[in-house]
């Protein structure tokens, strides 16, 4: 099936998320610009936010398809809190950046759970986009087995309406994180960066702009004219901070779709030890699998 003019509804799907798990609506940021609103998920428990009602009106047309992902074992469930995404090194937050959007925008998160997998997939509606991201935890195979790896995915989609849209995804380190330094450890095909203390290590990867491009040639969860502006763009589409890792996507077009990702993966910090690159160095088709979710 294509994934051009919004094909993508009711196909394949399942994906990360603190991207994460929430029903809850995310606030606005006031600080940003008029024409760019941003929704994150701050990490933290819900005892430490302001309280937010549990149900925001979304104007948007009674035709809108949701479930970007078709997954099996979930039902939808009611949360009271922001998902988290907890590390060894400390609490990982998630930030969607959409622009524009227009200034009644309106944000609702609902939450499908997995049955019996430590999965969650989240599902977002505004006036210029449909959001979904999937958070799920998994094994790597046997070959990286570790008994302290453990290993979670973030996958996320996105779909553009009536609107030509500019989003970036951020995984970030809230305070009160225990790494002492980060470095980049990218490889082929792979974008990703480090963090270690004297007793643990964190890494977090995702596609570099090659492995995106050659997905979206091929129509994988993707369209494929989402190519070309990929390989127009001068600006990196991964980029690394200090303290984060964002994925900084081009214009998407009405009705086109796309996916990306993040792995995170921690151990123990034991010298010579790649296990949590090796883990991070998935394929999206795997990732699915992990959350049970189908093909087209």
């Not at 606005?28 to 609103?37: F, G, M, S, W, Y």
Request: charged share 20%.
């Amino acid at each position: 099936a294509s994934w051009e003019n919004g094909a993508c509804n009711n196909h394949i799907l399942a994906g990360g998320r603190d991207l994460l798990e929430t029903d809850l609506k995310a606030p606005l940021v006031n600080h940003k610009p008029k024409n760019h609103r941003r929704f994150g998920l701050p990490l933290v428990p819900f005892s430490c936010v302001p309280f937010l009602p549990t149900f925001l009106p979304i104007f948007l047309p009674n035709e809108l398809p949701m479930n970007l992902f078709c997954c099996n074992g979930y039902s939808s469930v009611k949360t009271e809190r922001y998902p988290q995404l907890s590390t060894p090194l400390g609490t990982l937050g998630v930030v969607f950046d959409v622009r524009p959007v227009a200034d009644d925008l309106k944000l609702g998160a609902d939450v499908r759970k997995h049955n019996s997998k430590d999965s969650a997939i989240y599902e977002w509606l505004s006036p210029v986009c449909i959001l979904e991201a999937m958070l799920v935890a998994f094994s790597p195979d046997g070959s990286m087995s570790s008994s302290e790896l453990s290993c979670q995915a973030l996958v996320v989609r996105v779909k553009a309406l009536n609107s030509r849209i500019n989003i970036r995804f951020t995984l970030n380190w809230l305070p009160g994180h225990r790494w002492i330094e980060g470095f980049p450890e990218s490889g082929e095909g792979l974008e990703a960066r480090t963090w270690v203390n004297e007793q643990w290590k964190v890494t977090i990867g995702t596609e570099d702009r090659e492995y995106l491009t050659a997905r979206a040639k091929t129509g994988m969860w993707m369209s494929q004219k989402f190519a070309a502006a990929i390989e127009a763009t001068t600006e990196e589409i991964v980029q690394m901070t200090l303290d984060s890792i964002s994925i900084n996507l081009p214009e998407i077009s009405d009705g086109q779709c796309c996916q990306v990702h993040f792995v995170i993966a921690s151990n123990q910090r034991i010298e010579e030890d790649i296990s949590t690159w090796l883990a991070v160095d998935q394929q999206p088709s795997q990732l699915l699998k992990f959350g049970d979710c189908l093909g087209t």
